[in-house]
């Protein structure tokens, strides 16, 4: 009888963990968008020719020259709500990722894009080129298949793997976490920083006045984006992992290669800059590779921010933690708590004009 009812409530609570998940996935029911205008396009990018010429005849599988490629350049997914305020938003993701991480959110829930779509802003979702629908290059990469989803969790700062960490804002169940392994995207081929750069200035070319939004290795071509395109009227960074320091100021180990001529940094001291980071930042080093590096990353980031304000700008480092906000990974727009994070920047785009 024991091990009738052992078995019972060991059932029961598979299946209450399953409909846990599954409903996490619903997506809660809102008030339809409305939408004046959606659409696709290609930014920036160029072709190359090869050598010979090309013979139509030909069959198709043959390999022939004299043939152009287009390539490098961004893919965009765009939508504009009614009445849409002045400034757009441009969502450029991190390493590893593509649009969806702003599009969703591993566990069903709306992503960034649609939060403030649904508060009027004009959403422009990239995928760099060499990622995603942005596949196309024009130099050849190698892409692996050597099974690293440990070290992303980690990495991510999801947990110590196997282990989670206490109280981190990433739903705990298996589906969720196979999932989030699954939004990964591989690089399709060989793309410098430049390539990114151009790329987005091209974005933003067509998209106009806009918000700039990047994550992780997003950011430092995101400053960049910033400086070389006037249409960039604010960058909101979540972890961004380099950061472009101006000549004769760079600090050792910044991530965001060397430093750039004085005249082009204080560009970005017109534009209103804020920088998050999530939880699980240790302010001592640690025994862990993984929690060092966002240590030493958010403490750059702390003194990029000095360094812009000395030069008359106005940027902002906002550690999640220190303002009640806890739990975050390396994902806070994605997290459990993404509307409380999004609250938070509705509160600084207003203070700063940006949501009209």
């Excluded at 010429?53 to 390539?71: A, E, I, Y």
């Excluded at 999004?342 to 940006?354: I, P, T």
Aim: charged letters at 20%; glycine letters at 10%.
């Amino acid at each position: 009888m024991k091990t009738r009812i052992k078995l019972y409530l060991t059932t029961v609570c598979a299946l209450l963990l399953i409909s846990t998940s599954l409903y996490a996935q619903k997506v809660i029911k809102q008030k339809p968008l409305k939408i004046a205008e959606q659409g696709a396009f290609s930014a920036g990018g160029i072709m190359v020719k090869s050598e010979g010429s090309f013979d139509p005849l030909k069959p198709w599988n043959v390999p022939q020259g004299g043939q152009t490629r287009h390539g490098d350049h961004a893919d965009v997914f765009y939508q504009i709500p009614v009445k849409a305020k002045k400034n757009a938003m441009v969502f450029l993701h991190g390493y590893g990722q593509s649009r969806r991480s702003w599009q969703t959110t591993a566990d069903g829930r709306e992503g960034f894009s649609n939060l403030f779509l649904r508060n009027g802003y004009g959403i422009y979702l990239v995928d760099q080129p060499g990622r995603g629908a942005a596949g196309q290059t024009t130099k050849p990469g190698q892409i692996t298949a050597t099974p690293d989803d440990q070290t992303w969790f980690t990495q991510f700062r999801i947990g110590q793997y196997p282990n989670f960490y206490d109280g981190v804002q990433f739903p705990k169940d298996s589906l969720t976490l196979s999932k989030f392994f699954r939004m990964m995207t591989p690089n399709t081929g060989s793309v410098d920083e430049a390539t990114i750069v151009n790329a987005m200035s091209a974005v933003f070319d067509q998209s106009g006045d806009g918000i700039l939004f990047t994550h992780s290795a997003g950011g430092a071509p995101g400053w960049k984006t910033a400086i070389k395109n006037e249409h960039v009227k604010a960058i909101v960074a979540y972890e961004p992992g380099g950061f472009a320091f101006p000549e004769g100021e760079v600090p050792s180990g910044n991530r965001g290669g060397r430093g750039i001529p004085l005249e082009d940094f204080k560009k970005l001291t017109k534009i209103p800059i804020v920088i998050y980071f999530g939880d699980f930042i240790p302010m001592e080093e640690s025994t862990a590779a993984s929690l060092n590096f966002w240590r030493n990353v958010l403490a750059t980031a702390r003194q990029w921010v000095k360094v812009v304000n000395a030069h008359g700008g106005d940027a902002t480092v906002v550690h999640l933690p220190e303002i009640g906000i806890k739990g975050n990974t390396h994902f806070p727009m994605s997290d459990l708590n993404s509307k409380e994070v999004a609250d938070v920047l509705s509160k600084w785009l207003k203070e700063k004009g940006l949501d009209r």
